[in-house]
């Protein structure tokens, strides 16, 4: 069998023993330390536990779990968002694209089925290789607090409302 190493993991495992309610909600353990931009209705955070380096959500500060739930002002700020978002992650990292996804349910893989929030995953071309094919290992070339500081004086600097 073989072993791999990450003993960042242990953190996510406590945290999952210990926590009630909702991740995403405010006042709940929502990740401050990697909170990127807060709005009137949503705010954007990295994905403490990214698919790739620079991995990130839009999440509206209620607590709704389908689309049809949202107000149309939290509809377009969270859209505000996913622009901006994309605009920041081209500037700073240069990806050739994007995975821009919402899980609805626990069938389609949401890990929190009734706090919708949206992924923006980055994806660069050739950026699957044979870690995932053979070895069933995604690498994390950065970890993510790294990649928050890189990102948040962009987000900080925007003079853009949303």
């Known amino acids: 069998m073989d072993v791999i190493f ?3 993991r242990m953190a996510y495992v406590r945290k999952c023993e210990k926590t009630e309610g909702c991740i995403f ?7 401050e330390d990697l909170m990127l931009r807060e709005g ?11 698919y790739t380096t620079g991995h990130m959500m839009v999440i509206p500060f209620r607590h709704v779990g389908a689309i049809a739930d949202l107000t149309k002002e939290e509809r377009a700020e969270i859209f505000d968002l996913l ?10 990292m240069n990806p050739d694209g994007f995975n821009i996804g919402i899980n609805l349910g626990k069938a389609a893989g949401a890990g929190v089925g009734d706090h919708l929030h949206v992924h923006i995953v980055p994806r660069w071309n050739g ?3 044979f870690m995932g094919v053979v070895g069933e290992v995604r690498v994390i070339p950065e970890d993510v ?5 890189r990102l ?8 853009r409302e949303v």
């Open 6 to 8: 990450a003993p960042w």
């Open 25 to 31: 909600c405010k006042g709940s353990s929502r990740s």
């Open 40 to 50: 009137k209705a949503a705010f954007v955070v990295m994905n403490r536990y990214p």
């Open 83 to 92: 622009d901006l978002s994309t605009d920041i992650l081209r500037r700073a």
């Open 127 to 129: 950026d699957t290789n």
């Open 145 to 149: 607090v790294q990649t928050r500081a």
């Open 152 to 159: 948040l004086p962009l987000f900080e600097s925007t003079r």
